[in-house]
């Protein structure tokens, strides 16, 4: 902190006896006299003071609806400026409680990305776009970043360079006065950063991330990618557009678009170097989740400068968790986290319609469909599978919201369908019996049981339940065994319930049998894995990858009853590539089934 000479301390004096804390008009000075270029730089000083004594004349801006974190950082700083230097400075939006064009004379501190030429001119100055910068501009003290999470490390290092640490060498912990001018400025350059990316000759900041206008997982691949070059690369980051527009630059092209010229097989993925600039495609919607971990490689934040080449090729396989492609019959079973009040839908539903899209079930049981109006903000989910055919089977008077069957109506007929529960709430069993096209015919089950909060945390009560769930199961499938009658009955859902449980000891005693036990090939692993992770500043689930669980312990399942004589269980599979383990805490698990 700059001292004051003799000479600023009797203008201060002047000053307060004004009630001014500054001297904003400033006498043009005679250029040789040492006098009045004494003056003017005693008011430079003046002018520079934030507070004095315990006053200001600054208020601190925020954007208007600013994201959480930079309010939390808005409201340290407010409490650091009482705290350390006894001052009660106000806060104000931009917009609300200020107009977002004031006098360039108003005293302001704005904090984030605030819609004033001060704010706009900082951010021109920094050299690293993904940093922050505090700089005084006129009257104006500008604390700025990259994203939300830079401008609170702005305001974090205000307060602690700044107001605490001079605080705290102070007997009384607290400051008279603070200034801060333009020599004071302090811009935040991140250490190790790629500083040029070249591709095909043109550097990366010249270029944009192009995906499509539809394709959501695509979409999530470039998110992931830019916000990985914002994080990494030190100068301006691609924007992300769709093809939707007219564009005639060079893009970063991930996804089939309008301009997109390579093609890769099923079960594979491309990246190449084109005249376009870089085009990323996959066979499955899966392969964009390890695009993005290849272009992570292709780009690494360990080299300073990347240089890629005309016709660069890189290309790789995509995990197939399945042992057959096609089967007579495929029924699938999902979890999809309804709890949208602890868990945001965001880009949930859009991926989870890909994932089934992907895969094409005959028949698909969703459980938590209905909680804390999911439906609601799974609208795309729900119109893209009745775009593709699939036709909805659900009991929403009788409590069965939660947990439809969607069956795709292009391979199944729909015969029969129920719905039966052991108590009032959402938790039972819909049931559907469908005929295939070649004259076969068949019953699913789609089942949610009870978990421990349904019965107000009580463990005990919860298995109670649960074991009625189980049989309420079990009286469902003797009623379709009695109209149907030599039929294959696949049975699965959440149970909450492992194997060894009560709740599973009764529905394999009821003449059940497990997948696993019949199936050629079965999965040994749980579909659960703990909830995703949700970034609130980025609108987005961060990506993450499948951790194994013994299936011993599994919650989720697929039985099997009625008259199994007629099919052949070819595998049972849970999908846990990337792009699963995002969408829930629950993957899918599929059943494939052949006729005999």
């Given at each position: 902190?700059k001292?004051?000479?003799c ?8 000053c ?6 500054a001297c904003?008009?400033?006498?043009t ?6 006098t009045?270029t004494?003056l003017s730089?005693?008011q430079?000083e ?7 004594d315990?006053?200001?004349?600054f ?6 609806t600013?994201s959480?974190t ?13 705290k350390y ?5 106000a806060?104000k ?8 064009v ?12 605030v819609?004033?030429?001060?704010t ?13 910068a ?17 401008v609170v490390k702005g ?7 700044y107001?605490?640490?001079?605080a705290?060498?102070?007997e009384?912990k ?15 350059v ?6 040029s990316?070249?591709i095909d ?10 995906t499509s ?6 979409a ?5 990618f830019a ?11 691609p924007a992300?557009i ?5 564009y005639d630059?060079k893009?970063?092209?991930?996804g089939?678009?309008?301009?997109t ?15 376009n600039?870089?085009?990323a ?6 392969g964009?989740m ?7 490689e292709i ?14 090729v ?6 197939d ?7 007579d019959?495929?029924?699938?079973y999902?979890n ?12 949930r539903?859009?991926?989870?319609l ?7 079930p005959d ?8 909680q804390t ?18 036709v ?7 409590g069965?919201?939660?947990n ?7 391979t ?23 005929n295939?096209?070649?004259g ?9 049981f009870a978990?421990?909060?349904?019965a107000?945390?009580n ?6 339940y649960r074991?009625?769930?189980a049989?309420?199961l079990l009286d469902?499938?003797s009623n379709?065994n009695?109209?149907?009658p ?8 959440d149970f ?16 059940l ?6 199936a050629?090939?079965s999965a ?5 894995i703990?909830?995703?992770m ?5 609108g987005?689930?961060?990506?993450r ?7 011993a312990?599994a919650l ?12 052949e ?6 999908l846990?590539d990337?792009?699963?383990?995002v969408?829930?805490d ?7 089934v052949?006729?005999k």
């Amino acid at each position: 902190m700059k001292k004051i000479k003799c000479i600023v301390a009797v203008l201060c004096a002047i000053c307060m006896t004004l009630g001014i804390l500054a001297c904003t008009k400033q006498e043009t000075p005679t250029q040789n006299s040492d006098t009045d270029t004494q003056l003017s730089e005693t008011q430079a000083e003046l002018q520079n003071i934030i507070f004095k004594d315990g006053a200001t004349d600054f208020y601190i801006i925020f954007p208007e609806t600013p994201s959480a974190t930079v309010f939390g950082a808005v409201r340290n700083l407010q409490e650091a400026f009482k705290k350390y230097g006894g001052v009660d400075i106000a806060i104000k939006e931009e917009g609300v409680d200020v107009t977002s064009v004031p006098s360039a004379q108003t005293r302001e501190i704005l904090v984030g990305d605030v819609d004033r030429a001060e704010t706009k001119a900082v951010k021109a100055d920094m050299t690293d776009i993904g940093g922050y910068a505090i700089a005084r501009r006129g009257e104006k003290l500008v604390i700025c970043g990259g994203s939300p999470a830079m401008v609170v490390k702005g305001v974090d290092y205000f307060i602690s360079t700044y107001l605490k640490a001079p605080a705290l060498k102070n007997e009384s912990k607290t400051l008279s006065e603070l200034s801060f001018g333009v020599d004071d400025d302090y811009f935040f350059v991140r250490m190790g950063l790629m500083t040029s990316i070249k591709i095909d000759g043109a550097e990366l900041e010249n270029f944009k991330i192009m995906t499509s206008d539809t394709g959501y997982t695509e979409a999530y691949a470039a998110e992931l990618f830019a916000d990985y070059l914002y994080t990494y690369y030190g100068r301006k980051t691609p924007a992300i557009i769709t093809d939707g527009g007219a564009y005639d630059g060079k893009a970063i092209i991930i996804g089939k678009t309008a301009r997109t010229t390579v093609s890769a097989l099923k079960g594979e993925y491309r990246i190449e170097v084109t005249a376009n600039g870089i085009e990323a495609v996959s066979g499955s919607v899966a392969g964009y989740m390890d695009i993005f971990n290849r272009l992570k490689e292709i780009f690494p934040s360990s080299s300073s400068t990347v240089e890629l080449k005309l016709g660069d090729v890189w290309t790789g396989k995509i995990t197939d968790h399945t042992a057959v492609a096609q089967t007579d019959i495929k029924v699938m079973y999902h979890n999809v986290l309804g709890y949208v009040d602890k868990y945001p839908a965001a880009n949930r539903p859009d991926m989870t319609l890909q994932i089934y899209l992907e895969h094409t079930p005959d028949v698909i049981g969703l459980q938590e469909f209905g909680q804390t109006y999911y439906r609601a903000y799974a609208k795309n989910l729900t119109d893209g599978l009745r775009a593709a055919g699939y036709v909805e089977i659900c009991f929403t008077s009788q409590g069965g919201t939660g947990n439809p069957i969607f069956y795709n109506s292009e391979t199944l007929t729909l015969v029969d369908s129920g719905y039966a529960r052991a108590r009032s709430g959402d938790k039972g069993t819909t049931w559907a019996v469908f005929n295939t096209k070649d004259g076969k015919t068949l019953a699913v089950t789609n089942s949610h049981f009870a978990a421990n909060s349904n019965a107000g945390g009580n463990a005990t009560l919860g298995n109670t339940y649960r074991v009625a769930d189980a049989q309420t199961l079990l009286d469902v499938i003797s009623n379709i065994n009695t109209s149907y009658p030599n039929i294959p009955i696949i049975v699965g859902g959440d149970f909450n319930s492992s194997m060894s449980s009560d709740p599973g000891r009764t529905l394999k005693d009821g003449g059940l049998t497990h997948a696993t036990d019949i199936a050629a090939k079965s999965a040994d692993y749980s579909a659960w894995i703990s909830y995703p992770m949700y970034d609130a500043d980025r609108g987005y689930y961060l990506p993450r990858s499948f951790i194994w669980a013994n299936i011993a312990g599994a919650l989720d399942h697929i039985m099997l009853g009625g008259d199994t004589s007629g099919i052949e269980v070819r595998e049972y599979a849970i999908l846990n590539d990337k792009l699963a383990c995002v969408v829930s805490d629950h993957l899918p698990q599929m059943l494939y089934v052949d006729w005999k």
